[in-house]
């Protein structure tokens, strides 16, 4: 500290206590970690509001570490197992929060530090883009309070994860775009096989990105012609390797642990056995109704997209290609597959049409573009923060959207019901109120079966279906669950491995999936010979039925 | 003149006046022909009272040095990534040095029964852009090679090429030759060239240049090397992949962080003053390239990667490639006893991370070629069989890890050489890349000659032979940037 008395040596003013620096970008990752946990807190705490997908999610990671058989392939193979993973390091905190576990908490918590990370990612690239101060934080916000994002960076739900890992590709294949640098080419196809591992529909991002880095490399190699094509090949390679990777482990795990490379397809608990099940089968209605999701999460999607597009080419910006390339294709597929009936009508498959519109925007505020289109037809300078003003408004106009989207069930199927209990309160319909009484009934059943003191391995239950209550009792090595090596057996022979009790639901959408209803289709009507009835549960949620029943001798 | 004087020549082993226990004489010194003796009597007494335990101590250590290699190869690339760590000096820089300005540069070109190449090699030494006055060419024959000195003859080489005989002497190695030549040398700079080498003829220029850019402490700058008969067949692929990975990535990035550097064979510029004071060359070791390296970090010096390139031939031949991979091997092993014989001071020496980087780059490169082929066998067993055996020597502490190096750590190997292959300018192999499976068999076979011939003759210097190229005056196959 240089002195500032007129005696040499002596220090006079000095500061006590000194806040660290802390950076913008380190700020709105904090600022948004907080806010999310604050949200799941109240969701789940507050509102009983749970998305079963997290929970059952919370519940493979616990299978591996606290079921009554716990090994690593109990992860599971029909999901991808990134979330699941990153959960496992915070289960042992159970002991603490049993919420962790009982509610899913952490599955709520890793989705708010991913989408925190999305934010911070979101910010990191409007950042790169050399966006003024303001623009740039009014797009963050608009990312950032969009309600579907603050909804899934607080659900627990895997889209957090998957938005950062894509974002995270974007903005390494921007750098890549930008400088040509090998190392934005390895980390772009990590994140890439990142995405993979949280969400199966990386594959048309992947291929996408794949594409651009081909094609980019086969464009700038005109010094040597007659290497053009294999530069091309091999920087694609580099690109792709990482992401062909994850593909093959998690499917020649797959493979060598259940038997299939895709269980996602071929499990009887996949996607396309639900979809058959649930006969939420094609129509020419969804043809529309993708689009009308589209449209509610941002409404202005394709203004955004060609404000960006024409900034973008102005300045002969490449890197609007990365967004492109990486977001556009998952939105193509999901829309197909709706029309298809290969993919459920939820709106989330959706939602990469926020950071695309948001990113989309930050290209046409970038400075010098617009600009010179408004100074070249003569208009004022204060139209141009006018027409600013509209790209952001564009975007804007979408957080109103998204929330009338989400709490209407007919746009939003999934998550409808119960947020528009959380914001009609006393009007609400009968689907809403179930809604908002989920898991209620499996808590119930957890306690009696807890109160029951049963020794370990008594109680068959399959998983799939009876997540919530394996998770919510205190005593989960009761169960037999699906994951465990011996489940199958258990339900050839009951008796025969320990078993004195099955739960079994009533056999109504889903649950006629459950292996014990398949397996015994009269069980839950009349006992099927096995065993006599001791219990009924009716469900005071959205759940399902369930009965229990006591094996019979013999 | 008898063969027994000419092994007591001080200037040829002058290493083992300055450091004795330095020199690769002998291959074990005193405390280590007590201590390996001592720890095969432990391990044999522990497999007898408790094979299982004994055999699982293994299987973690190895599984412990597989994790630590994959882990060090991670940072390693991400460094190579980050920063690529060269010099680079451009044509310009280079040729806009004064004449008066450029040191004595000493070239050594070791030869031994070469006449059909020889002239080739004078041909290309002539081409070196250097003023010839500041050139110290010296061409170095054995004493009894009258082909190649009668080849050499015949090719009338200019004035500053010097025909120097290396008299008679064992052991017959490349290292004690330049160490005979070396106390003729006139060069303020030292440098190698093997008698196939294809240098940039700026190369010397562009040492020089990059001299007065470095930190004192950078005595010895490293050229890349890669080969002129790239594309020639699968085996030639294969080694330009590797030295484009090893001279565009990993060698960069250990200089750059201040590990401890193993030498090219050739092409490397060394002040001589330096060269003279850590002992020159250690005529003992059959790769004194990667000894003078780690001499070099011990002492307190540095080398740097030069961007300049040498193109050497690379071995087209099963055979030949076999021979000179377990050459390379064997003097590897060869130099980590060396420098392993005084722990402590090693360790002081070179540094904590020095000393893992020392261990996992000369030690692990040689140990782990000798270790797979038991994993692999392992894995094609449980794979066909599932034998109940195999699960007992693979508890899930074990398990995992090991898992997590066969999936990750192969793809990482071959991730990192289609990036080295890609930063070296060779992107179209990546088909030889893909195969390279193929190419680790092959180096555990020759580590496994290797391991034989240590233990046999620790300082035969096995032969390459060179011209199998086919091409009677190939056009370089240059690199792409």
Redesign the interface.
Known sequence: MPSTSVLPGRVVARPRFTLPAVTEGAAIFWLALTGYLAVAALLVFGANIIQADALSRVGNAEYVLFSRDPHLAAIGFVWSPLPSLLMLPLLPFKIVFPQLVQLGFAANIVSAVFMGGAVYLTWGILNDLALARPWRLALTLLFALHPMIIFYGANGMSEALFLFFLILAVRFLMAWLRTGRLEWQVYAGLALGGAYLCRYEALPAGLGALALVASVSWLRGQANPERRLVTALCDAAIVGAPFALAVAVWAVASYIIVGHPFEQFASIYGNDSQMRTLSLGRSGADVIGALVQVLALQPLLTAAIAFGALGAARHRDLRVLAILAVLVPILLFAGWARMNGTIAPWLRYFIVAIPLAILMAGFALGEGDLSETIDRLGLRRRLKTLLKVAVVMSVAVAVAAGAAAMTDPSVAPEEGHELAYLTMGGHSTADQERAARRFVTERGIAAYLDGLQLPRGSVLVDSFIGFAIVLSSKRPEQFVITSDRDFKQAIADPSGTGVQYILVPREIGLASLDAINQAYPGLYASGAGVGHLVAEFRNVGDGADWRLYRVSAG | MTVHNRVREPRTRRLSYVEPDLVAYRLLNRGQSKGLPLFAIIVGCAFVAAPLQTVLAFNAVATGLYVLAFVYGIYLVHRA??QPGMIRVGDTLARALADADLPICTVLVPAYREPEVIARAIRSLESLEYPRDRLDIKILLEEDDHATIEAARRARPQPHIELLEIPLGLPRTKPRACNYALRFARGELVTIFDVEDRPDPLQIRRAVAAFHRVDRSVVCLQAKLSYYNARQNLITRWLTVEYASWFSMLLPALAAQGSPVPLGGTSMYLKRSVLEAIGGWDAFNVTEDADLGIRLHRMGYRTAVLDSTTYEEATSDFVNWVKQRSRWYKGYMQTWLVHSRHPRRLWQELGPAGFLSFHLTIGATPLVPLINPIFWLLTLLWTVGHFPFIETLFPPWLY?PGLLCM??GN?MI??AN??G???GGY??L?GAVLLAPIYWIMMSIAALKALFQLIRVPNFWEKTTHGLDRQPSPEVELA??
């Open positions: 990534l980050a995992y999936v990750f793809f071959i991730y289609i990036l292959a890609r930063m992107p179209d990546l792409v940037d």
